[in-house]
């Protein structure tokens, strides 16, 4: 049965109108920061029109109410729109520099047993923050001299609870040594491992937006950030909104990890390259 043109028994299937898609595509930015070009039109067409279906919305119009009058509704739309590709030990210089420059650096202001906080933002499926607590059991000696707290936080509510469930494929643990894994993952069930409960229960998951302040004020401040491959979906506003964000939750001369692709110049002046041995990173220098 054909209802209107687009609209078969109650599905919609593509193509969406231009004006349409620029509406979602405006919403998803609004919320999330996240820039989809005509580039990548037909992705966009596809995930809407399956949410649209999934959600019996009838028509995009009324998907589109749907979306500006219920937050839950926006937030599926955005879990669905993440990019959330990541695994264990993902640019592992970066975790050699924690090790070996950034920590002796943060300690020199630090007591032992002192609370040393790190933030994994985004964190998507755990393997950032879980991959922090391995290295530093695995490579800093001092590692039990001080607290140290780690909190992963991503804006799509679906990946965090696969994050707190700890359960990963092949292709998420394959750059970690055979030994390391052999040592904190239980044996292979299903194709997946689980990290053992002491290292799940040793990273706190609680779920945040980067672009939008009010999301954050509950996690407190952090001496280090490792905010990773986040910046390049986004625009310079919301760059720029990132970078205000995360300089007042990190402690004066506190550190920042971008991706190998991504810069804080041209987005803020608040933050200084530091070029240590392992690795290039920011410093925030309190500048506003
Ligand atoms: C490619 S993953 C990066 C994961 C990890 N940092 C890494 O480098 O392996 C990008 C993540 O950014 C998250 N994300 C997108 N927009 C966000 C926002 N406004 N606030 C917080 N997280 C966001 C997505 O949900 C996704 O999990």
Same mark, same amino acid.
């Given at each position: 049965?054909?209802? $209107?043109?687009?609209?078969? $028994?109650?599905?919609?299937?593509?193509?969406?109108?231009?004006?349409?898609?620029?509406?979602?595509?405006?919403?998803?930015?609004?919320?999330?920061?996240?820039? !989809?070009?005509?580039?990548?039109?037909?992705?966009?067409?596809?995930?809407?029109?399956?949410?649209?279906?999934?959600?019996?919305?009838?028509?995009?119009?009324?998907?589109?109410?749907?979306?500006?009058?219920?937050?839950?509704?926006?937030?599926?739309?955005?879990?669905?729109?993440?990019?959330?590709?990541?695994?264990?030990?993902?640019?592992?210089?970066?975790?050699?520099?924690?090790?070996?420059?950034?920590?002796?650096?943060?300690?020199?202001?630090?007591?032992?047993?002192?609370?040393?906080?790190?933030?994994?933002?985004?964190?998507?499926?755990?393997?950032?923050?879980?991959?922090?607590?391995?290295?530093?059991?695995?490579?800093?000696?001092?590692?039990?001299?001080?607290?140290?707290?780690?909190?992963?936080?991503?804006?799509?509510?679906?990946?965090?609870?696969?994050?707190?469930?700890?359960?990963?494929?092949?292709?998420?643990?394959?750059?970690?040594?055979?030994?390391?894994?052999?040592?904190?993952?239980?044996?292979?069930?299903?194709?997946?491992?689980?990290?053992?409960?002491?290292?799940?229960?040793?990273?706190?998951?609680?779920?945040?937006?980067?672009?939008?302040?009010?999301?954050?004020?509950?996690?407190?401040?952090?001496?280090?950030? !490792?905010?990773?491959?986040?910046?390049?979906?986004?625009?310079?506003?919301?760059?720029?909104?990132?970078?205000?964000?995360?300089?007042?939750?990190?402690?004066?001369?506190?550190?920042?990890?971008?991706?190998?692709?991504?810069?804080?110049?041209?987005?803020?002046?608040?933050?200084?390259?530091?070029? !240590?041995?392992?690795?290039?990173?920011?410093?925030?220098?309190?500048?506003?």
């Amino acid at each position: 049965m054909v209802i $209107a043109p687009g609209i078969s $028994a109650g599905f919609i299937s593509a193509p969406l109108s231009q004006a349409d898609l620029e509406e979602i595509c405006a919403i998803i930015y609004e919320r999330s920061g996240m820039v !989809f070009g005509e580039t990548k039109r037909y992705y966009i067409e596809r995930r809407v029109t399956d949410l649209i279906n999934q959600r019996r919305a009838q028509s995009v119009r009324n998907y589109i109410s749907m979306l500006r009058g219920d937050q839950r509704e926006t937030e599926l739309l955005i879990n669905s729109f993440t990019v959330n590709e990541t695994y264990f030990y993902r640019e592992q210089h970066q975790l050699a520099c924690l090790s070996g420059s950034i920590l002796p650096d943060i300690i020199r202001s630090k007591g032992p047993g002192d609370r040393i906080r790190i933030w994994s933002m985004p964190c998507s499926s755990g393997e950032e923050p879980y991959s922090i607590a391995i290295w530093l059991l695995e490579n800093w000696p001092l590692v039990d001299a001080y607290n140290i707290d780690i909190t992963g936080s991503d804006i799509d509510t679906d990946i965090l609870k696969q994050a707190v469930e700890g359960l990963f494929g092949q292709r998420s643990l394959s750059k970690l040594p055979e030994d390391v894994r052999e040592r904190y993952f239980e044996p292979e069930k299903d194709q997946q491992r689980r990290l053992i409960s002491d290292l799940r229960e040793s990273v706190t998951f609680a779920s945040g937006n980067i672009v939008e302040r009010e999301s954050l004020t509950a996690l407190g401040r952090f001496d280090v950030i !490792f905010c990773r491959n986040l910046l390049i979906y986004f625009d310079q506003a919301a760059r720029e909104a990132a970078a205000r964000h995360i300089h007042d939750l990190l402690h004066p001369g506190g550190y920042i990890c971008l991706g190998h692709t991504e810069s804080m110049s041209r987005i803020s002046e608040t933050f200084e390259p530091v070029r !240590f041995p392992e690795a290039i990173v920011y410093r925030d220098v309190g500048r506003k």
